[in-house]
């Protein structure tokens, strides 16, 4: 097997607080087996433009407990084109890098599928807030947001109950409804709407208030996820119907920022490491993931033809929980 000298580390599409202890984990063990580690920055636009330079152990100190990513991130268009992908493999061979590590949510891995495709080695690593990759049971970040969020709805309540109201919750998500289910679940919401189950006014929203109500309920809690359609207007509506006064708060991006939880330091780091070992062993045109609880790894092509799902044990809980 021929040895690998250097490899370079790219961070891409949305931040993830986590991203730093996986970048750190990738430069140390690189370090650690005698490998040079290219820093990338902005993701696929930096690898495309040679935005690239030599990380030292100590470019890593004092970032693991910092949100976002010290190497910047980007949501490249040009690298959805194969010329964009071939040019990025030539800047890499340029600064003779022979294996990326990829840390991102799906789009980035479709990127590093491309790379795989045109012969640069690969491998990925989810790092997304959503937790919405088919292949893997986790994604970096998603504990800290779904903390973050918590909080926020915790706070929410305390002003809910002051003045007997109830306040919608639009958490992000994207087209998953991951964020919003366990939040839900987690703040005790008396409904939670996700993007993979169809809304419906009655059921979902006017019966589980009704029925609040007439437990002496002091406020009503919905949490909705940002993919779900034809729900403008909710408080209005709400309002109208059950006579509710009605607030809505939108988290928005407080739920990406942050430093991160142990839960996400500790799968990055190991993640990330991982990423190096099989890279060092030419495995390669991986997805690293966690299956059962525990790390795996499944090829890049395979794991992205795997179907999503959602939880609908979940939905029950959520819903029974909430009588
Ligand atoms: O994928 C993470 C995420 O925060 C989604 O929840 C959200 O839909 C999207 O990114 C927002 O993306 P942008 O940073 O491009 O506005």
Known sequence: MQKINTIGVLTSGGDAPGMNAAIRAVVRTGKYYGMKVMGIRKGYEGLIHGDIFEMTARDVSDIMHRGGTVLQTARSKDFKEIEGVRRGISTARYFEIEGIVVIGGDGS????????????????????????????????????????????????????????????????????????????????????????????????????????????????????????????????????????ETRTTILGYIQRGGSPTVMDR???SQMGSYAVELLKDGVNNRIIGIRDS??????????????STFREDLVSLSKILSI
């Open 294 to 307: 525990k790390i795996y790894e499944i090829d890049i092509f395979e794991g992205l033809n795997i179907p």
């Open 266 to 268: 500790v799968y990055a």
């Open 109 to 244: 891995f479709r990127g590093a599928r491309d790379l795989c495709s045109e012969g640069m080695p690969a491998v990925a690593i989810p790092a997304t807030i959503d937790n919405d990759i088919a292949c893997t049971e986790y994604t970096i970040g998603f504990d800290t947001a779904i903390n973050t969020a918590k909080d926020a709805v915790d706070k929410i309540r305390d002003t809910a109950s002051s003045h007997e109201r109830c306040n919608i919750i639009k958490v992000m998500g994207r087209a998953s409804g991951n964020i919003a289910l366990n939040v839900g679940i987690a703040t005790g919401a008396e409904a939670v709407l996700i993007p993979e189950m169809e809304v419906d006014f009655e059921r979902d929203i006017v019966e589980p208030i009704n029925a609040g109500h007439k437990r002496d309920k002091k406020h009503y809690i919905i949490i909705i996820a940002e993919g779900v359609s034809g729900c403008n207007d909710l408080d209005k509506r709400i309002e109208e119907h059950l006579g509710i």
